[in-house]
């Protein structure tokens, strides 16, 4: 072989390691703006006008996996067109952004879920579309949701946590590109239910509705994510159980947006008086429930007013509680003390032959 | 030798001393001669039991609801407390919630057929006593206004205003009270725990028993609403209770006060050392006496020892 020939050779080779090399692990995230050159550094921040520490770091491992890897930065920043850029407007989730819907074949967006959300009871308009109460405190998009990440069905399946590589070569006999299928494989099976957990959902809806200063301006009396947890549901949400009921299965009718909840007023509403004897009856949860079991209190609280049950029966349960232990203690400790000094006497005994 | 003999010097100056105290100082039992109340002082025991105090079966039964206890306790208690850090490692142990919970289910089951247990013995035993005419109330968990008086003698005792512990029997009114609260705690957290496994058929029973007659109560509330509220709030603070009760006053009465100190074996060999029967369970001591021979011989030849001590003392 000419020595030219040779040179060339090993110089592609080493263009070809320092390629693999320098080339990410995964490969389908959508940084076609290059962004990542700037925000993979895990120290990247700034502190904003309100004097709040802001982390611009992008974890692209993290990001791979959520549900927003295939959109472009650019997708919901479309305020970013040069770089290095000025500081960014915050996010608006009802813009197009570049993903088509299959389905059709229309840029993307999240209008429709702010359809639904403004008939519900979190929208802050009223029904005849005038501004209620104390606007500011009804959530938005991003109040409830962040960038979750895909969780799998085989979490869900008693089977090996990830994807399933039976379940791909399945994919693989239509679909050719492998970032395709993992794409779709995660989407599909992670919609096919919540993509967090009830313990988290809870906490979504504590920001709100356990907060007493918002609790209070809008009439409502019930700190319902601290209740909630006071319920067996609750108490097994806390350790991450799955299959136990969160906020979302008794007050959102099954088959509808989440974000369509209406007040439990509306008579359309899961938990209206008319229909809240349905919702343990859920083909999910109790099958063969009768209304009756909905009359269960799921938000009783210690208060006199909320709960006159819960509040009497739990002052007569502590006293019950101090009213035993206190002097069957007081007798323990008396008895221990006599062992202790056998021979003390507080009154001297007379003598019979005195 | 010498340690010997001091100790039966000093018990034969206590019985010389104590004679004239109190008429009720000696009990006077036919073959055997006065027994001083303090005898127990002075009496060896092996601390595995000298005397029968429990069948097999309240043996078997004790140990059952112990061990289940303790399980429904530990799957228990981390649910009800799951917002505190521990409640998580407690539960991890057992495999996670819907495991622990399969546990603390099979546990409970456990716990109620052995308390069935116990009512068919305790029962069963009182019948065959009442047809051969041996049936005692005093010597029953039945409690007597006798039991008020023992405890005022014996908080006068603790007080130092009594010399002496009452003659009690064989159940004083420490273990009567405890027995009944344990009655009552069974109920509850097993009707409450009934509450919670079979939400809908309690529902559907209270609406169509309690509701029927009282439809309406705690304003806008239907009592079997009420009563099912009630049933599920019962079953966590009635078992905090029971285990509050159990680990303070239970636990301290049996194994941890001065003398029974570390462990207590009559829930292993259903037998009492011969030293803790004399002083709390005097009477049922004294019946003692009269059933067992060998005990009757043990009680005369102490006697007769300190008897000796005594004359050689004063002579």
């Not at chain 2, 003659?167 to 919670?196: D, N, P, R, T, W």
Request: proline share 6%; charged share 20%; glycine share 4%.
């Amino acid at each position: 072989m000419p020595k030219a020939a040779c040179r060339f050779l090993v110089t592609l080779w080493g263009f070809i390691c320092l390629f693999l090399i320098c080339a990410p692990s995964v490969s389908f995230c959508a940084d076609i703006g290059n962004c990542l050159l700037c925000h993979k550094y895990p120290g990247l921040s700034r502190v904003d006008e309100n004097g709040k520490l802001r982390l611009l770091y992008i974890n692209e491992a993290i990001f791979n996996t959520s549900m927003h890897a295939k959109v472009k930065c650019e997708g919901c920043h479309p305020d970013i067109q040069k770089i290095p850029h000025d500081p960014a407007k915050k996010v608006d989730c009802l813009i197009q952004c570049h993903i088509v819907e299959p389905s059709s074949e229309q840029k993307f967006s999240h209008k429709d879920v702010a359809e639904f959300l403004k008939k519900s009871v979190h929208s802050p308009l009223d029904a005849d579309g005038k501004p209620k109460p104390f606007p500011e405190d009804f959530p938005d998009c991003k109040k409830c949701h962040d960038n979750p990440l895909y969780r799998p069905m085989s979490f869900n399946k008693m089977m090996l946590p990830g994807i399933s590589v039976t379940a791909l070569g399945r994919c693989r006999v239509c679909h050719k590109k492998d970032d395709f299928i993992y794409q779709f494989y995660n989407h599909v099976t992670t919609r096919l239910r919540r993509s967090r957990n009830p313990k988290n959902i809870a906490e979504s809806c504590a920001r709100c509705h356990d907060n007493p200063i918002l609790m209070k301006r809008h009439n409502l009396s019930t700190k319902a994510v601290y209740s909630y947890g006071e319920s067996f549901h609750g108490k097994a949400a806390t350790f991450l159980d799955e299959r136990i009921p969160d906020c979302l299965d008794c007050h959102v009718n099954p088959g509808e947006s989440v974000h369509q909840m209406l007040g439990y007023k509306n008579p359309q509403s899961a938990v209206s008086a008319q229909n809240k004897g349905r919702i343990c009856a859920n083909a999910e949860c109790h099958p063969s429930a009768t209304p009756k079991m909905a009359e269960y209190k799921v938000h009783a609280e210690f208060n006199l007013n909320q709960s006159p049950v819960r509040y009497y029966f739990t002052v007569f349960f502590i006293a019950l509680t101090g009213g035993t232990l206190l002097p069957l203690m007081g007798i323990i400790f008396l008895d221990c003390l006599r062992r202790l000094f056998p021979n003390t006497v507080l009154i001297q005994r007379k003598k019979k032959h005195e | 030798m010498a340690s010997s003999s001091r100790v039966v010097t000093k018990i034969a100056a206590i019985f010389s001393k104590s004679r004239s105290d109190n008429e009720d100082y000696f009990t006077e039992v036919e073959g055997v001669g006065r027994i001083p109340r303090d005898i127990y002082k002075h009496v060896t025991s092996n601390p595995f039991g000298d005397l029968p105090r429990y069948s097999p079966h309240i043996v078997t039964q004790h140990f059952i609801i112990f061990v289940t206890f303790l399980i429904l306790a530990a799957t228990g208690v981390p649910i009800y407390f799951s917002d505190l850090f521990w409640a998580h490692y407690v539960i991890g142990l057992f495999g996670g919630i819907d495991l622990a919970r399969q546990i603390h289910r099979i546990a409970a089951m456990v716990m109620m057929a052995a308390s069935a247990y116990h009512l068919v013995t305790v029962i069963g035993g009182t019948i065959s006593k009442l047809i051969k005419k041996e049936f005692d109330i005093k010597r029953t968990q039945i409690p007597r206004v006798k039991d008020l008086f023992d405890l005022i003698h014996d908080f006068r005792y603790f007080l130092g205003l009594e010399p002496y512990r009452p003659k009690m029997e064989k159940f004083m009114y420490k273990q009567k009270l405890h027995y009944l609260a344990i009655l009552y705690g069974s109920f509850v957290l097993m009707a409450a725990g009934s509450a919670l496994v079979f939400p809908d058929s309690l529902a559907k029973l209270f609406s169509e028993t309690i509701g029927k007659v009282w439809p309406q109560a705690m304003g806008s509330e239907s009592v079997s609403t009420f009563f099912q509220d009630l049933a599920r709030l019962m079953h966590a603070d009635e078992a905090v209770m029971a285990l509050i009760v159990l680990a303070f006053w239970h636990w301290t009465n049996v194994h941890f006060v001065p003398g029974r100190f570390p462990v207590q074996w009559t829930f292993l060999t259903g037998r009492i050392t011969r030293e803790h029967q004399i002083e709390e369970h005097f009477l049922e001591y004294i019946r003692n006496l009269k059933e067992i021979p060998a005990e009757r011989e043990y009680m005369r030849n102490l006697l007769q020892q300190i008897e000796s001590e005594s004359l050689q003392q004063e002579g």
